[in-house]
């Protein structure tokens, strides 16, 4: 079945369960300073699952598009991908466990038609430290479903020490696999943060796996959470059923259901394939590699066919990640689009493509999501050629030169990359510092990451500026003109949201008692004459002497009042917003002044690029 089949059947499947289905968030989370990408679909449920009323009702559904930057060094296997879409569904005190496993059990078994004796599960042991019990109500309910399927589903646990027996199919396992908060096992939840056990679905794609005469794994106990391939997690049920309060684990007043499918996975487990990328997501990115390498795809483990799932997943996340707003740059997000592009560039030039490849191996990707997903094009591809165009006049001359630093190193019987020499690969050739690990890794040697780290510190402190030491919001201290300075700053990104549009939004700040330095996202240089518009409108603003309000609300009445800014408080709890007028309306936490009268003449005295898609402006008040 492919993935667009499995993603439809998904959606209306529970769309006649009640669910309503909503459109996936963006891989950038909008005013969520807490995170990076948005990493799982339960992201944008978090209030409410706390409580709060959702819009569309306590049933809800979707396919998240999803990015995860810790797995880029995994990406290379069979199964491992950076982005990917999850297929989820909710219940914000509604249905719960009969319902959410009779259901998943049933679209897998009979939608997707995936065979009920190539399934297993986890379930949650329990935690008599923090009075957590076993979840035996799971288990009876999957004993159940197995049983009407003719299939006795024996229980087990601690299989991870004594391995699988014959027709065992359900396990136990502690906190550390079948228990899931966002921050982990419970003795690490924050209070008031939401956790509970979870049930994990396994697919079994054969014994033979485990047991291939080159398995590192052959004489291991074998049990569904080894990592020997046999087994491949396609869906986790999680039960939130407890919260921390007063540094213990509570029963929580509501009972709510996540879960969570990996799209690609579904999709493997359908064609048996224990390799993502031989399904229709992937595959068409394969054989263009092929076609301009001209070399084949085998879905071994060699290092040929290792680039090519590489590139493959990279293509892809690197589309979507600028599709988002993410451009490469040396900073957050845009940083790990930069890694993926120039690892995708590192693992073709193994290949032999030694010409630029990325923006015309986009097409391939928007193809595949024909339909589904709308992609800026053009940006797309701009970025895209910039980035490779940029780093290839150095790739060439960097891999030289670590080529001859292994060399020099290896004559010497010292198979160690210093500190000092990896930072020169970083600094004059642009390699991420993940990147020289990899490169050391392949050819044996160790990575001297202290000492690579030691040097980092020392070029910070060389190239350092007023931002150490910074105040809260970018702030060098809480002084007079450094205050009016800072409630500039919200006229100004005001002013400039007006002239240029309403995809401006803050990316950084450093603001002293002498002037404002202020990052925003805009594609191109900003004119002489929207200089002089974004100037004027500040000044109008200061004229008028307009009141600086102060008000504490909840985020959710920030969002709807349309404030904008970085979002720094959990979800859930109270923010401070500063109106100025009705023309502006910013969260933030930073010192204001009483009325703009206060602030004197603003003047910008310098428009700049801060990195690809991100420009700066410093100004001044007289």
């Known amino acids: 079945m492919e993935s667009k089949e499995v993603r439809e059947k998904f959606l209306k499947y529970l769309e006649k369960k009640g669910c309503k289905i909503t459109p996936s968030a963006s891989l950038v989370p909008e005013n969520d300073p807490t995170t990076l990408f948005t990493s799982a679909g339960m992201q944008q449920m978090v209030p409410y699952l706390l409580g709060e009323k959702h819009p569309l009702g306590a049933r809800i559904a979707n396919s998240q598009k999803c990015f995860r930057a810790k797995d880029i060094e995994e990406v290379g296997d069979l199964r491992h991908n950076t982005f990917f879409e999850m297929l989820g569904d909710w219940s914000?005190?509604?249905f719960f466990k009969k319902e959410q496993i009779s259901w998943i059990f049933e679209f897998l078994t009979e939608e997707i038609g995936l065979d009920p004796k190539r399934l297993y599960i986890t379930a949650f042991r329990g935690?008599?430290?923090?009075?957590?019990?076993?979840?035996?109500?799971?288990?009876?309910?999957?004993?159940?479903?197995?049983?009407?399927?003719?299939?006795?589903?024996?229980?087990?646990?601690?299989?991870?020490?004594?391995?699988?027996?014959?027709?065992?199919?359900?396990?136990?396992?502690?906190?550390?696999?079948?228990?899931?908060?966002r921050s982990g096992n419970p003795e690490n939840m924050p209070e008031g943060e939401l956790g509970g056990p979870d049930s994990e679905i396994f697919w079994d794609f054969g014994e033979e796996l485990k047991l291939h005469e080159n398995s590192p794994w052959k004489d291991q106990p074998c049990h569904v959470n080894c990592d020997c391939g046999r087994f491949f997690e396609i869906g986790n049920n999680v039960f939130m059923q407890y919260i921390k309060e007063q540094g213990k684990i509570r029963p929580f007043s509501k009972k709510n259901v996540d879960f969570g499918g990996g799209l690609e996975r579904i999709v493997a487990a359908s064609q048996s394939s224990p390799d993502v990328f031989k399904t229709d997501l992937f595959l068409p990115v394969i054989n263009h590699i092929e076609k301009i390498s001209e070399k084949k795809y085998a879905g071994s483990e060699s290092e040929n066919d290792k680039c090519f799932r590489v590139i493959a997943d990279h293509i892809r996340a690197a589309v979507f990640l600028i599709s988002d707003g993410a451009n490469p740059s040396n900073k957050a997000q845009g940083y790990f689009t930069r890694r993926v592009i120039r690892r995708a560039v590192v693992k073709a030039q193994k290949l032999g493509i030694n010409e630029n490849f990325m923006a015309r191996s986009a097409e391939i990707a928007y193809n595949i999501y024909d339909g589904i997903y709308d992609f800026p094009k053009q940006k797309v591809e701009e970025e895209l050629e910039k980035e490779e165009s940029k780093f290839r006049k150095t790739l060439a001359e960097g891999l030289k030169r670590f080529n001859n630093l292994v060399s020099e190193n290896a004559d010497s019987g010292k198979k160690l990359l210093r500190g000092s020499e990896s930072f020169y690969l970083y600094q004059s050739f642009g390699f991420p510092k993940e990147l020289i690990q990899e490169l050391a890794a392949?050819?044996?040697?160790?990575?001297?990451?202290?000492?690579?780290?030691?040097?980092?510190?020392?070029?910070?402190?060389?190239?350092?500026?007023?931002?150490?030491?910074?105040?809260?919001?970018?702030?060098?201290?809480?002084?007079?003109?450094?205050?009016?300075?800072?409630?500039?700053?919200?006229?100004?990104?005001?002013?400039?949201?007006?002239?240029?549009?309403?995809?401006?939004?803050?990316k950084g700040s450093n603001i002293t008692a002498e002037r404002l330095r202020f990052d925003f996202s805009h594609p191109q240089k900003v004119t002489p004459e929207e200089l002089e518009k974004v100037e004027a409108l500040v000044n109008e603003q200061i004229a008028e002497d307009i009141a600086v309000e102060e008000k504490e609300m909840s985020l959710e009445e920030a969002k709807n009042q349309g404030a904008v800014g970085a979002f720094e408080n959990k979800y859930g709890e109270?923010?401070?917003?500063?109106?100025?007028?009705?023309?502006?309306?910013?969260?933030?936490?930073?010192?204001?002044?009483?009325?703009?009268?206060?602030?004197?003449?603003?003047?910008?005295?310098?428009?700049?690029?801060?990195?690809?898609?991100?420009?700066?402006?410093?100004?001044?008040?007289n």
């Open 574 to 621: 109270a923010v401070k917003v500063y109106t100025i007028g009705g023309f502006s309306k910013e969260i933030c936490g930073g010192p204001h002044v009483k009325r703009t009268g206060e602030l004197g003449a603003f003047k910008i005295i310098k428009e700049e690029s801060s990195s690809s898609g991100i420009r700066r402006i410093k100004a001044v008040l």
């Open 442 to 506: 392949e050819e044996d040697f160790e990575f001297d990451e202290k000492g690579f780290d030691n040097e980092f510190l020392k070029h910070q402190e060389l190239s350092r500026t007023a931002s150490a030491g910074m105040f809260k919001g970018g702030l060098a201290d809480a002084g007079e003109q450094t205050t009016k300075l800072h409630t500039a700053a919200h006229l100004m990104l005001a002013a400039l949201r007006s002239v240029l549009g309403s995809h401006v939004s803050q």
């Open 92 to 94: 914000f005190n509604d």
């Open 127 to 181: 935690s008599p430290q923090n009075d957590i019990p076993k979840d035996a109500e799971t288990v009876e309910i999957w004993k159940e479903l197995f049983k009407k399927n003719g299939i006795e589903a024996k229980e087990a646990d601690f299989s991870e020490k004594n391995g699988m027996k014959e027709g065992e199919r359900i396990f136990y396992y502690d906190e550390n696999k079948n228990w899931w908060s």
